[in-house]
């Protein structure tokens, strides 16, 4: 027993304490699998929740404002600007080679739409490309962090 050299008020002291301690360590396995579920259940993302979506703008000048706007509006997290990529396609009869940046949108599935609307809105191309693909899966902490700076739904202004 622990306690046996104390004076006997001490050794009343260590034995409730080892009590307690014998006490939590026989709870633990009972609350492992509770804390557990509580823990999961509060992370678990719902895959497809979330989408990267993808812009290309003519430059840096238009990439940031467009990047700027759509995070202050919440309707993205996160939008990294990749510079300098080439882009080549068709566009009325003749193959066209432009150099622009790419944002890499991070925002939720449910806000897709509005975010393509409002790139239309703004972006200076006749048909900007605005394309989204759903997250499967990531590090739970970002995901979340993702889905809190999203809301679900519009905003009350
Ligand atoms: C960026 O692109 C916009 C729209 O095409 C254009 O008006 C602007 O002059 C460009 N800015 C730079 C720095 O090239």
Redesign the pocket.
């Given at each position: 027993m622990p306690g046996e050299d104390l004076p006997p008020h001490r050794r009343q002291m260590a034995k409730g304490a080892f009590g307690v301690l014998l006490l939590s360590l026989l709870m633990v396995p009972i609350l492992q699998p509770a804390c557990q579920r509580f823990f999961s259940m509060a992370s678990a993302y719902v895959s497809g929740t979330l989408s990267a979506a993808f812009v290309t703008?003519?430059?840096?000048?238009?990439g940031k404002e467009i990047a700027r706007a759509v995070v202050e509006k919440r309707l993205a997290a996160c939008v990294n600007i990749v510079p300098r990529v080439t882009s080549i396609y068709e566009w009325k009869g003749k193959i066209e080679e432009d150099s622009e940046v790419l944002l890499m949108i991070k925002t939720r599935s449910s806000r897709v739409s509005a975010l393509a609307e409002f790139v239309r809105s703004v972006h200076?191309?006749e048909v900007p490309e605005v394309i989204a693909v759903p997250i499967q899966e990531g590090n739970p902490p970002y995901l979340q962090w993702v889905e809190e700076r999203v809301p679900a739904e519009k905003p009350a202004e």
């Open positions: 703008c003519p430059n840096e000048t238009v200076p191309y």
